[in-house]
């Protein structure tokens, strides 16, 4: 007589999901010393080497050793998260505005850790826990949104940083998204790169293989920072490529409008997609 088996027991968990569960439990077991250590020892170092007597100082190549430092400490926070950077491109040597697509908060901390800029970044950054405060110590730019004021205060800023040789970096889509697409960019940010007379270099973030993980490391529908940040410490390990387009020089593009339209097609362009919609 033939019987039929038994049903699988619900309750218990599939073998891949278990599996999976496992594997990032293993991954939390060596990352969070890593974290730790990190925070706790490396960075202490790090802002103790952060003084008025080497924030003059520069490397045989002549970059700043303050700046090679920062980068150094940047690269070392993608590998706790099991970031392998990768590189393509040239960044622009001299003042600049980098512009690049946004997906999480981790864009700052790549770039970073290629090339020394102060950012852009919305006020509520301040506010989140360890991040807000490195922010701050990277010469950020905080904007509230929303607000004119300071936005007209944001632009002040760039203008004088980007005339006094020093690089901007910024986010032109105003802020993150799913990862599925690169969004408008906003033309105003670019009128302090043509009133500095200083080049646009579009830098295209890419995580994972041909930026096949661009959803796993943008925010997921209400999701906070600290989870994001909690979510990704226990994600796998995958590549994350920063890279470095062609500059577009004073005078390549008419405008800031035309400036912010180029920018983004060659960003677009990196990853493999549709231009889309037009700078806002």
């Not at 904007?143 to 980007?162: F, N």
């Not at 990862?179 to 646009?200: D, N, T, Y």
């Amino acid at each position: 007589m033939n019987r039929t088996p038994p049903p699988p027991d619900a309750a218990a968990p599939a073998p891949a999901a278990s599996r999976t569960v496992q594997a990032r439990a293993v991954r939390y077991a060596y990352r969070v010393p890593m974290l730790l250590w990190h925070l706790l020892v490396d960075l202490p170092l790090l802002l103790l080497a952060l003084n008025p007597l080497t924030g003059g100082l520069r490397l045989a190549g002549g970059e700043r050793l303050d700046h090679r430092l920062i980068r150094a400490w940047s690269a070392g926070l993608m590998r706790v998260f099991g970031f392998r950077l990768r590189r393509s491109g040239t960044p622009v040597p001299a003042a600049a505005l980098f512009v690049a697509n946004h997906v999480s908060w981790v864009d700052i901390v790549a770039l970073h850790s290629q090339r020394m800029m102060g950012f852009v970044a919305k006020k509520e950054i301040s506010r989140w826990p360890l991040v807000g405060w490195l922010a701050s110590r990277g010469e950020t730019i905080f904007h509230q949104r929303g607000s004119q004021e300071s936005l007209g205060g944001v632009l002040h800023e760039m203008l004088a940083r980007l005339r006094g040789g020093h690089s901007v970096g910024v986010f032109p889509e105003g802020r993150t998204r799913d990862g599925r697409s690169v969004g408008p960019f906003h033309a105003r940010i670019f009128l302090a790169a043509v009133e500095a007379g200083v080049a646009v270099q579009p830098v295209a973030l890419r995580y994972g293989d041909r930026a096949s993980a661009q959803t796993v490391v943008a925010f997921h529908p209400g999701e906070s920072f600290l989870g994001n940040f909690l979510r990704l410490l226990g994600e796998p390990a995958r590549s994350a490529e920063v890279a470095f387009l062609a500059p577009i020089a004073p005078g390549d593009a008419d405008g800031r409008r035309r400036i912010a339209e180029v920018a983004r097609q060659r960003i677009v362009a990196a990853m493999g997609g549709d231009p889309g919609p037009p700078a806002a």
